[in-house]
Antibody, heavy 121, light 108 residues
Framework: EVQLLESGGGSVQPGGSLRLSCAAS????????MNWVRQAPGQGLEWVST????????WYTDSGKGRFTVSRDNSKNTLYLQMNSLRAEDTAVYYC??????????????WGRGTLVTVSS | EVVLTQSPATLSLSPGERATLSCRAS??????LAWYQQKPGQAPRLLIY???NRATGIPARFSGSGSGTDFTLTISSLEPEDFAVYYC??????????FGGGTRVEIK
């Protein structure tokens, strides 16, 4: 059974930093692209970032470019999201999401329970 | 960026009724559209991928159709556990990968 367990969320002041982690199990982590998707309180879903399995190539939403860095440690089956220069609008539940096939089909077939990030002074 | 517009925003129905949810894309996404269900306090769950394929374990009362810019998710007979928010998502043109704003299916 696929399990994705996020951690690292919390409260931070504007301009601060947080590092989210996602511990994966139940599948061969190194063969799947991984993603972060966020959801602001009471709002819809927003794709944040993707990291490819084969070479670690990364993609970001425009609002995250230059501030967010996604990485992975395949030896630890763990996905990370380093978030710097945080803004109030980054307040959201951040979900770790696995794609459906090793071909990076961008179908989100497994989701973690999420970790809440609150940016407020 | 592909904008996905879902309608209606809220659908008020009774158990046993048929639900029809719409997702319209600002440009063609071929058949590369998925549907997710989200219940309060839970993560989204994949229901349908590539417009019409049910994900593993999804009941047959859920079906998807459409191609190009117009897509439909149909729940043939609502069960109590189906009252939730539903999101569409396209994967044809990314980044950015985009979601619709959601349709809430509530008990009438």
């Amino acid at each position: 059974e696929v399990q994705l367990l996020e951690s690292g969320g919390g409260s931070v002041q504007p301009g601060g930093s947080l590092r989210l982690s996602c511990a994966a199990s139940g599948f061969t982590f190194s063969t799947y692209a991984m993603n972060w998707v966020r959801q602001a309180p009471g709002q819809g879903l927003e794709w944040v970032s993707t990291i490819r399995n084969s070479d670690g190539y990364t993609w970001y939403t425009d609002s995250g470019k230059g501030r967010f860095t996604v990485s992975r440690d395949n030896s630890k089956n763990t996905l990370y999201l380093q978030m710097n220069s945080l803004r109030a609008e980054d307040t959201a539940v951040y979900y770790c999401v696995k794609v459906g096939t090793p071909t990076m089909n961008m179908i989100f077939d497994s989701w973690g329970r999420g970790t809440l990030v609150t940016v407020s002074s | 960026e592909v904008v996905l517009t879902q309608s209606p925003a809220t659908l008020s129905l009774s158990p046993g009724e048929r639900a029809t949810l719409s997702c319209r894309a600002s440009q063609s996404v071929s058949v590369f559209l998925a549907w997710y269900q989200q219940k309060p306090g839970q993560a989204p769950r994949l229901l349908i991928y590539d417009a019409s394929n049910r994900a593993t374990g999804i009941p047959a009362r859920f079906s998807g159709s459409g191609s190009g810019t117009d897509f439909t998710l149909t729940i043939s007979s609502l069960e109590p556990e189906d009252f939730a928010v539903y999101y569409c998502q396209q994967r044809q043109h990314w980044p950015p990968l985009t979601f619709g704003g959601g349709t809430r299916v509530e008990i009438k």
